[in-house]
């Protein structure tokens, strides 16, 4: 009956609303909307997004997010307002669920130009609410030159973000970002790989060895690297 049901969705010949979604998960929502509902405008929308963050994890939840207004909504991508995405925004807030990346369909959306010029730039604001930052914002607050430094640093976030508390989460972006990354950067200008030179590495740890006048107690970060570490990527 829910397979049947979720064909009439994807058909829009009924509407789903999203606290129904939210309580109902199933890993054939996303591709059959993506084949059935707007393909040229999800088509258009994959060709505005670089392909690594379309296929990351961050990228799937922001595209179920799409598929899921769609089908609570009707219509395609252009029909999308930004009070359906603050809507989406509040009911997955209240729903309880990992809010990883639960706003980036929206600068999709804005990227796109699917929304008027007088929407809000992004609804970042409904993170005051809880008091929590989503990965992105969490790698931003503190600059990273590299763009693929980022997105592989907001990628793992993203993948670890079910597994933590937001405390021990920001903790880990503080010191993935600001204390490693972000200094690195200021240190070495142009550094564009994590495959660092033992000189950069070492000088790193003595910067923030116990005691020293930078920092903290710190393991390198590469020192713990699980098998599921995304490769290393280059800014070149």
């Known amino acids: ?53 379309w296929a990351s994890v961050g990228g799937g939840r ?23 995405a603050f809507e989406y925004a509040t009911e997955l807030r209240k729903s309880n669920r990992d809010q990883a990346g639960g706003t980036l369909f929206y600068s999709w959306l804005r990227d796109l130009g699917n929304l008027p010029p007088d929407a809000p730039v992004t609804l970042r604001f409904l993170h005051r609410v809880t008091g929590q930052l989503s990965c992105e914002q969490l790698v931003d607050r503190h ?21 933590l508390d937001y405390s021990t989460l920001d903790n880990l ?29 070492t000088a790193w740890k003595e910067r ?9 107690n710190l393991t390198a970060p590469w020192r713990k690297r699980s098998s599921s570490a995304p490769t290393t990527p280059n800014c070149s």
Request: proline residues 8%; hydrophobic residues 40%; glycine residues 10%.
């Open 208 to 216: 923030f060895r116990p005691g020293s006048s930078d920092g903290s």
């Open 143 to 163: 600059g990273v030159a590299c763009a693929p430094i980022r997105e592989l640093l907001i990628d793992h976030l993203e993948e670890r973000r079910p597994r």
């Open 173 to 201: 972006a503080r010191n993935l970002t600001r204390n490693f990354w972000s200094d690195l950067e200021i240190h070495h200008p142009g550094i564009n790989s994590l495959d660092l030179p033992p000189g950069v590495a």
């Open 62 to 84: 922001a595209r179920l997010a799409l598929t899921r207004i769609m089908i609570a909504k009707g219509g395609g991508l252009a029909d999308i307002t930004a009070g359906d």
């Open 1 to 53: 009956m829910q397979t049947g049901l979720l064909m009439l969705a994807s058909a829009d010949a009924v509407r789903l609303p999203l606290s129904w979604q939210f309580g109902y998960n199933t890993p054939h929502l996303r591709p059959l909307v993506e084949r059935t509902r707007d393909p040229e405008g999800l088509g258009r929308l994959q060709e505005n997004v670089d392909p690594r963050r």
